[in-house]
């Protein structure tokens, strides 16, 4: 799937990056997983161990708004 410009900048005026790399060096065969995650901090190994044993090797959290360290959980 091909995202715009224009999709991108709509994208990035409602996200805050908060921890880790802005830019992710992936090939074309990679998989970048992501997950919008709210008060999920007690799944976040597993699904990162799950996603790994996958072949997973970018993983991505989109937090909305959650109570307590969820943004800053992982590294």
């Known amino acids: 799937m091909k995202v715009s410009r224009f999709h991108i900048w709509v994208i990035s005026l409602s996200v805050k990056h908060v921890y880790g790399p802005k830019k992710i060096n ?3 065969e990679d998989v970048i997983a992501t ?6 901090e007690e799944y976040v190994d597993a699904f990162i161990e799950h996603y790994n044993q996958l072949g997973v090797k970018h993983i991505v959290f ?5 109570q307590g360290n969820d943004p800053n959980m992982k590294s």
């Open 26 to 28: 992936a090939g074309n």
């Open 35 to 40: 997950c919008h995650v709210k008060n999920g």
């Open 62 to 66: 989109l937090d909305n708004n959650s």
